[in-house]
């Protein structure tokens, strides 16, 4: 019982905002190829599987970074107790369950055409490289918009065997929501981090964050206009869009950077942004 408790803290799967997070991109991807094919069967069954393979992937991820910081996280307040930097579990036994959950995540891959196979394992590029950007670069929340967005181009490939311009677009918009939200996320360790020489998009823009993230909703949002500016109208599809924006406006409103709860409350209020766009998209004409 206790070695299950340190897998599930080692994973984070108490803490769904995480997965959830890295499965909204797919499942926008997969809802827009859905407006092209129509095939509600064949969308269903690939939704789940977005969503498992989206649960093992973040699993995975999250072990490696620990595995990465470990040293770091002992001298931070909030991840001093994590199973690895608190002695809970070896290296060792965290790696093994790293394959064991990658071998997983595999046979939910190989339920795909080629290309998007192809897509998902050069995925693994950014996804393993990550953890590393923060001690070399303040935009490691770039990086990692990259990463947990490739889903949307692999979603879109799993129906229609290719990428085209539109789903890039989509994909460069969810690229700056991560740029925000990550960055309302890290700002919970600004002090931590700049003791110990972490960087971040946090840290890099402390003076001007909130105008930092607002920059990156407005973005987002421009993008989207963009995006579906012939999809416009008095209907359902532009009122729910609204809504998703207005959660961004609503996210910089609430935002305080100095309290750390409202932080992370603020974060995990993107669950809710994610399952909004998602909805936006599932109703285009």
Do not use: H
Not at 11 to 33: D, E, Q, V
Not at 113 to 126: K, P, W
Not at 156 to 179: G, M
């Amino acid at each position: 019982m206790k070695q299950i408790k340190i897998f599930i803290e080692l994973t984070r799967l108490n803490k769904p905002i995480g997965f959830m997070l890295l499965f909204w991109p797919c499942s926008w991807g997969l809802a827009y190829a859905f407006s092209y094919s129509k095939d509600l069967n064949l969308f269903i069954y690939y939704l789940i599987l977005f969503f498992l393979g989206s649960v093992l992937m973040r699993s995975a991820g999250c072990i490696f970074n620990d595995i990465v910081d470990k040293d770091f996280d002992k001298k931070v307040m909030r991840t001093k107790k994590r199973p690895l930097p608190s002695g809970k579990i070896s290296v060792k036994l965290a790696l093994s369950y790293v394959v064991l959950i990658c071998s997983l995540a595999f046979l939910i891959l190989i339920q795909f055409n080629l290309f998007t196979i192809l897509l998902g394992l050069g995925s693994m590029v950014l996804a393993f490289s990550y953890p590393y950007m923060k001690r070399i670069t303040y935009w490691p929340q770039f990086f990692l918009g990259l990463t947990f967005n490739w889903g949307i181009i692999m979603a879109w490939a799993s129906i229609n065997n290719t990428i085209s311009y539109e789903i890039i677009i989509l994909y460069v918009s969810a690229i700056f929501w991560t740029l925000g939200y990550d960055t309302i996320y890290g700002a919970q360790d600004m002090s931590d981090d700049e003791i110990i020489g972490l960087k971040s998009t946090s840290i890099k823009f402390k003076k001007n964050i909130k105008l930092f993230v607002a920059s990156n909703y407005i973005l987002t949002s421009c993008v989207l206009i963009y995006l579906f500016r012939n999809k416009l109208s008095y209907d359902l599809f532009s009122g729910l869009l609204t809504c998703f924006i207005i959660s961004l406006i609503y996210q910089i409103y609430k935002f305080d950077e100095r309290d750390a709860k409202n932080c992370l409350n603020i974060f995990k209020s993107n669950n809710l942004s994610g399952l909004l766009l998602f909805l936006t998209i599932m109703f285009i004409d």
